[in-house]
């Protein structure tokens, strides 16, 4: 799946998708005078080009879901900025920050994050009917051919076993055609065969489409077949 | 790519609201909030249509009480411009004119009250009349025909007439062919008392009794649309013209009507404040079920502005269609009661109208804003992030609180209309949730040490109580509300409402005797011992006019009020006695002491005191036959006057106007059964002048009115259950997602189903128990203040409610939370903990 890797690099050195510049993330824990501030993230700087496949890694606790809802805009960064497509998220309030997701930006989580009451096609449908799209229908219909669920449509997630769940959820990430998609651990929770299967669906799909792909992941293996591989360790990238 | 217009937007808000609601239909998440808000408008929806059909029969009924809807009546002929008006509006009407005259049979003469009625009276009701004396009488909707005359039982015995007698009524004569044994508008008041003639209208004119000076009562019965009545009401009467309808008409019907109202007005305020909390609790439950899929939509990009539409216009449909079925059970619900009623009731109640079905609309929209809409906004502010980090904690609750106080007293104040019962409600309520939670919180802190000690079950289950304090202390606080509501109204069912019909005891006296003259007294007793009735008490009774308030002369003129001048003008029936029997309540002052025999001392009914503005040490002087007699208030009495016993509104004590006077008479009052009437006529035939009057009749119809109230405030309550039962659903639904994850974790770390089970029903049972007596004694405290404070009625303290609310509450709640997670022990852990519930 090395193909056509080398002109995405080069078109990554012309224009970033995401851009993380100096990015902090603190908590505080506890209350009042015993207060403690928690680093998790410290001073991140990183560039991903159009196209490009990323891979952050990095033991339990080293920031990396926390990096991923940063550069997605679900978060705001204690300090620092990050660019989405080229925009600075640092001035825009949340709906905003939506806005600038709605239809260039797609997801796929370890825990599938189907909406129960939505069939698979529904669920497909999601980030197209939210970018206000007229073929929804017919986008998450091809998506779910594509996913080789064609013929579960109709059925509701808690019907569809592990592994179909997050095939809905890669139709989901790809139906709204999105510039970029993120993908937080999407083998942790299947086991390792249909991993596997999932593994081979995202790159495909991230190959047809050509797009950025930036994915959390545990899985050497996973990590080894991107582009790039970000090691973070206590909130910096090593 | 594009993003959505704005009409497109709302568009996509309806599509996800739609799918959402479906899903919440086949998943049961949403069910209960739509059970909640169906319950609610079904309950007022039945209360409210119900309660107007029966208002409005009970109106028609006590139509009945007057013989019409309402009357204009005067001591003047009504002008003609008036009785125009009157035509041009779309009433009946009947007129009758009242007059006093002397009537002549053979020999005999007798001062009777001759009412003379136009065709179609009554309007409302019927008189019964019998063929002869204690003959069987029949239902009669309409006045004697010409040339003929029905009297009372008194006329006939007095005058000693048979079937087909003549007599003479001025120049005329009429054949007297019926016995009147009801007659719907006869007062109970004593001044109007004499026996009764009844003719038809058009024969009065030949009788020439109407005549320049004469004393002549001109009466227009109405019947007809409220609407329309109101207007007759709005025209502007001649001077000593009134307007009457029952309630002003006949106080004891009024008196009943107003009680009537008001065990209505706390069936329909018990199940909306219900369903309130059950929707308040079931939509904070659904709120919460929202979070993760609205953090989910943020990821994806939706704007707050589309999640908040979508949320919205998805209440609005669940509303509209719990609305619609809710109407239609309302609808459906006060059908088969007015079956059930209708057996109870002689007159057929009017159909339903449109009216409280709107207000029922209205109703579940302010229960939507007000107790649902909030909680579930408060969905809308989830972070996106939320869709890595689960945070449960709620954001948002005071504010929520608020806004669910400012409905539950906008509520209150829409549907009670009374704010003093909208108040002690509201106290009742809130002072109630405050100790609720203050148990829960001194019990939480009593489990915390238990849990580590004894059974496992029983640890688990304390645990569980003692661990998630917020949310038992929420939970005892719903589940005690549903309980109080229960309990309360088992109590009002019951208790308060026997109080009620016990306050025309079944033997109260239905015979009043008077006119007896005071050498009669004791042979009377004689009399009754004679028949085996127990000798009754007499009350002496002289007549006054009031002549001066404070050493100061006053006529009716003398007062701007003209309920005081109408009441000014009669002569008052006074009586004196030592002592007050029960049915006087002491209001204010003190009762004379039997040494003080002789002072002029006088105990007056607060009635008085509201009429002339006088009090305790006012000096009233009044003109018994020959002379002028000043007395000093020094009591002042609530005399209870549905006791059906002999009161007066003035009574002095004995020795200051029993020898003086040469106009004594005394009274008496004894409860006759039916089957034993005939001893009436030996008595009369005994003690000829002697007056008997039957106030059977006319207790007979404040003890309908009573059963028929008492039967539909019974079916109001079981709609309030519903709304309690709802209630308590969703306070142990609320806690439900998490106990599954817990029971589902429990097993898998190797927990058996029976200690789980165990540790569950433990948990359910502390809950029950402690809401439950936290629950009764709010029942008792609150029925007890309803009974002292609104419904003026006498109330003991009852231990068995502490026992149904203790254990009841416990074996309930241990019910509905088994049925709430039953299929959770069934079901695999793996299945939940994957995340399919």
Redesign the interface.
């Known amino acids: 799946m090395s193909e056509g890797s080398g002109s995405v690099i080069m078109e990554a050195s012309v224009r970033s998708v995401v851009e993380a510049r100096g990015v902090s993330k603190h908590i505080s824990s506890g209350s009042g005078s015993s207060a403690a501030r928690l680093t998790i993230l410290d001073g991140v700087d990183l560039r991903i080009g159009a196209g490009e496949r990323v891979a952050i890694v990095g033991s339990s606790g080293s920031g990396k ?1 926390t990096l ?2 940063l550069l ?1 805009g ?2 705001r960064p204690s300090s620092g900025d990050i660019l989405l497509d080229g925009q600075s998220l640092s001035g825009l309030d ?2 905003a920050r ?8 797609g ?1 796929v ?1 370890q ?3 189907l ?4 069939t698979a096609l ?1 669920n497909v449908m ?2 197209a ?5 007229p073929d929804a229908a017919d986008r998450a219909r091809a998506a779910l051919d594509r996913v080789g669920l064609a013929a579960r449509l109709h059925h509701y ?2 019907q569809l076993s ?1 592994g179909e769940q997050q095939r809905v959820a890669i139709a989901r990430a790809y139906s ?1 055609e999105p510039q970029l998609l993120f993908a ?1 651990e999407p083998t942790g929770n299947l086991d390792s065969e249909t991993g596997e299967r999932i593994v081979e669906l995202l790159f495909e799909l991230n190959r047809v489409s050509g797009t950025t792909l930036v994915l959390v992941t545990h899985d050497a293996a996973l990590a080894a077949r991107c582009d790039r591989v970000l090691r973070l360790r206590s909130g910096r990238i090593v | ?5 704005s009409s ?2 709302v568009m ?1 808000a309806l ?2 609201a739609w ?2 609601l ?3 239909w ?2 049961g ?1 949403l069910l209960i909030l739509a059970l909640a808000l169906v319950v609610s408008v079904a309950a007022a929806a039945a209360v409210g249509l119900f309660g107007d059909r029966v208002r409005r029969a009970v109106q028609t009924q006590s139509g009945d009480a007057i013989g019409a809807d309402a009357l204009i009546s005067s001591r003047e002929a009504l002008p003609a411009a008036l009785l125009e008006q009157l035509a041009a509006l779309p009433l009946r009407r009947a007129a009758v004119s009242e007059l006093a005259s002397v009537v002549l049979s053979g020999e005999d003469t007798l001062l009777v009250s001759v009412k003379a009625a136009e065709s179609g009276y009554p309007l409302r009701g019927a008189l019964r009349v019998a063929d002869q004396p204690y003959g069987t009488a029949r239902e009669r909707r309409d006045r004697p025909p010409s040339g003929e005359a029905w009297a009372d039982l008194r006329v006939w015995q007095e005058l000693r007439l048979q079937p087909g007698a003549t007599i003479q009524l001025g120049q005329s004569s009429f054949r007297v062919s019926g016995v009147i044994e009801y007659e719907p508008d006869r007062g109970s008041g004593f001044t109007d008392l004499a026996p009764r003639v009844l003719i038809g209208a058009e024969d009065l004119p030949a009788t020439g009794l109407v005549s320049v000076g004469s004393r002549v009562q001109y009466t227009q019965l109405l019947a007809g649309e409220p609407g329309d009545l109101a207007k007759a009401e709005a025209l502007p009467l001649p001077q000593g013209a009134r307007y009457l309808k029952p309630d002003t008409a006949r106080p004891e019907v009024g008196r009943a009507l107003s009680r009537a109202g008001q065990f209505l007005d706390i069936a329909v305020l018990a199940a909306i404040l219900l369903a309130a909390a059950a929707v308040a609790l079931s939509a904070r439950q659904h709120g919460q079920a929202q979070r ?2 609205v953090a ?11 999640i908040g539409i979508t949320l919205l216009l998805q209440l609005l449909l669940l509303g509209l269609i719990a609305g619609v079925v809710g109407a239609a059970i309302g609808y459906a619900g006060q059908a088969v009661l007015a079956l059930l009623i209708g057996q109870l009731v002689d007159t057929p109640l009017p159909p339903p109208s449109i009216q409280p079905l709107l207000t029922a609309g209205a109703l579940e929209l302010m229960l939507l804003l007000g107790f649902a809409l909030p909680p579930v906004l408060q969905a809308r502010k989830v ?3 939320r ?2 980090q689960r945070d449960d904690g709620n954001t948002g609750g005071a504010l929520i609180a608020g806004v669910a106080v400012a409905a539950t007293v906008g509520l209150l104040w829409w549907q009670a209309g009374d704010a003093r019962l909208a108040l002690w409600v509201l106290g009742g309520t809130l002072a109630t949730c405050a100790v609720l939670a203050l148990f829960a919180l001194l019990l939480v802190a009593v489990l915390t040490p238990l849990r580590r000690a004894g059974h496992t079950a029983l640890r688990f289950g304390l645990g569980n109580v003692a661990r998630r304090r917020g949310a038992s202390v929420a939970q005892v606080v719903a589940l005690g509300v549903a309980l109080l509501a229960l309990l309360l109204l088992a109590v009002v069912q019951n208790d308060l409402l026997d109080a009620w019909k016990q306050r025309i005891p079944k033997d109260a006296p239905n015979q009043f005797l008077i006119n007896i003259q005071p050498a009669q007294v004791a042979p009377l007793q004689a009399f009754f011992a004679r028949n085996g009735i127990a000798a009754p008490p007499t009350w002496p009774m002289a007549r006054g006019r009031l002549i001066a308030v404070d050493g100061k002369a006053v006529t009716a003129e003398s007062f701007d009020d003209p309920e005081t001048r109408r009441w000014i003008n009669r002569e008052f029936n006074m009586s004196w006695i030592d002592r007050f029997g029960d049915d006087n309540e002491l209001i204010e002052g003190r009762y004379w002491a039997p040494e003080s025999k002789g002072v002029p001392e006088l105990s007056v009914d607060d009635y008085v005191v509201e009429r002339l503005k006088v009090g305790i040490g006012s000096k009233l002087t009044l003109a018994i036959a020959d002379r002028e007699v000043e007395m000093t208030i020094t009591s002042i009495r609530k005399v209870k006057w549905e006791s059906f016993k002999p009161n007066f509104f003035l009574v002095t004590q004995p020795g200051v106007l029993d020898d003086a006077s040469g106009t004594v008479q005394y009274l008496t009052a004894f409860h006759l059964p039916r089957e034993r009437r005939a001893v009436l006529r030996e008595l009369i035939g005994e003690f000829p002048n002697v007056t008997a009057i039957d106030i059977e009749a006319t207790m007979n119809q404040v003890r309908g009115i009573v059963d028929r109230i008492v039967g539909a405030v019974q079916f109001l309550f079981a709609f309030a259950l519903a709304a309690g039962a709802c209630v308590l659903l969703a306070a142990i639904e609320s806690t439900r997602a998490e106990r599954v994850r817990e029971t589902a974790l429990l097993r898998t770390l190797g927990a058996r189903r029976r200690t789980i089970a165990l540790g569950l029903v433990t948990e359910y049972a502390v809950l029950g128990l402690l809401a439950g007596l936290v629950a009764a004694a709010a029942a008792q405290i609150t029925a007890l203040v309803l009974a002292r404070q609104v419904f003026d009625l006498p109330y003991q303290a009852s231990p068995l409610l502490w026992l149904l609310g203790g254990g009841g509450g416990a074996l309930l709640v241990v019910a509905l939370g088994w049925w709430s997670l039953r299929r959770v022990l069934d079901t695999p852990p793996r299945v939940v903990l ?3 519930r």
């Open positions: 879901t991923l809802s997605a679900l978060d949340e709906d939506a806005a600038l997701r709605a239809g260039r930006v997801f989580f825990s599938f994050q909406l129960g009451g939505f529904e999601l980030p009917e939210l970018a206000g799209l997630p808690q592990g709204g937080d | 790519m594009a993003r959505p217009a497109a937007g996509t599509r996800f799918r959402r479906r899903r919440g086949r998943s998440e993760d899929e989910l939509l943020k990821c994806l990009g939706a704007s707050s502005r589309l972070a996106p992030i869709v890595f994957a995340g399919g």
